[in-house]
């Protein structure tokens, strides 16, 4: 059975830095990349960021450029999303998904939602300014 689950979301102040963590299990990350992806109230689900460890990439939307990291623990199956620097506009609800990396469209737009079969449920976050 496959799960993802999340957590580490928290209220933070503006400026201030969060991790979150996507806990992973009945997925041979070797052939699943891990997206983080976002929804605030009233707007679409955006992707945020990618790790695809079979060709080593990361990727990142342009609006978090320089402020996350993404990182995986292979021992643990664990996902992170290392968050600073951290805005208002970052409220929302943080969702990790799996997408299999031998799918014919994988090798472009790797934050495409469309992209992901598996899901977490989501962890809140709230930057205050």
């Known amino acids: 059975q496959v799960q993802l689950v999340e957590s580490g979301g928290a209220l933070v102040q503006a400026g201030g830095s969060l991790r979150l963590s996507c806990a992973i299990s009945?997925?041979?990350?070797?052939?699943?990349?891990i997206g983080w992806f976002r929804q605030a109230p009233g707007k679409k689900r955006e992707g945020v960021s990618c790790i695809d460890s079979s060709d080593g990439t990361t990727d990142y939307a342009d609006s978090v450029k320089g402020r996350f990291t993404v990182s995986r623990d292979n021992a643990k199956n664990t996902v992170y999303l290392e968050m600073n620097s951290l805005k208002s506009e970052d409220t929302a609800i943080y969702y990790c998904?799996?997408?299999?990396?031998?799918?014919?469209?994988?090798?472009?737009?790797?934050?495409?939602?469309?992209?992901?079969?598996?899901w977490g449920q989501g962890t809140q976050v709230t930057v205050s300014s």
């Open positions: 009945g997925l041979n990350l070797d052939y699943w990349a």
């Open positions: 998904a799996a997408a299999f990396v031998n799918r014919r469209d994988w090798g472009t737009d790797k934050l495409d939602r469309y992209k992901y079969d598996h």
